[in-house]
Structures are given as structure tokens and as C-alpha cells.
């Protein structure tokens, strides 16, 4: 399943793949695939999303944010639950589902 989320100019493309996701994303100019290790992540956002980690060291804030991402997914059954889940937690970064493109058929447009 791809999904294509906007925020202004800035184009987000994420496969997910069974319980995997890569992100789809444009840096300096080089278009470029990664998982959520290859994102640059903001400490700050980490932080307001797990409170708990306040006042410790930025490099130990970012590998608990990943741990906890992937273990929250790995929890998760389906690619739908997944969508969801992903829609939710970037739609509170500013950023809409355009698109969604299913295995198998046409993309579907998202209106919001």
C-alpha cells in the first residue's frame, strides 16, 4: 500500500509493506527511500509524544522514539490499522492524505 501525504510543497510518500514502512522523501534535491531510522526526527516532537523521556540525551531520545514506533506497529494487524494510525499521528504535523494506491488497484484520491 502507498500512501502520499502534502504539507504545502513538501510530498511524503510511505509504503508499507506487510508490517514494514518506508518513507518516500525528497532532501536536499535527492529523492530518497529509508525507514524511520533514516528520518531526520525532531527531539522536541519525540518528547511531547512520550513525556516520559524528557531530560535525557538527544541520540537516547531518538532510539527510544524508533524502539517505541516499531513496537507500536508491530502490535498493529493490518496494513488498514497501520493507514489509520499514520494518518492520525502526521495529520497532527500538519500534513493530509492525498492519496492512497492499494495493491492490485487504481489510486485513490483522498478528499478531505
Do not use: C, W
Amino acid at each position: 500500500m502507498l500512501l502520499t501525504f502534502l504539507k504545502g510543497s513538501e510530498v511524503i510518500v510511505i509504503k508499507i509493506v506487510g508490517k514494514q514502512i518506508f518513507f518516500n522523501i525528497v532532501q536536499n534535491g535527492v529523492p530518497m527511500q529509508t525507514t524511520i531510522e533514516g528520518l531526520k526526527l525532531n527531539p522536541v516532537t519525540i518528547v511531547e509524544e512520550f513525556p516520559d523521556l524528557k531530560g535525557k540525551p538527544i541520540v537516547e531520545i531518538k532510539k527510544e522514539g524508533v524502539r517505541r514506533f516499531k513496537e507500536h506497529i508491530a502490535g498493529m494487524n493490518t496494513q488498514e490499522e497501520i493507514k489509520n494510525y499514520l494518518e492520525i499521528d502526521l495529520r497532527k504535523h500538519g500534513f493530509k492524505l492525498t492519496m492512497i494506491h492499494r495493491l492490485g488497484h487504481r489510486p485513490q484520491l483522498v478528499k478531505n
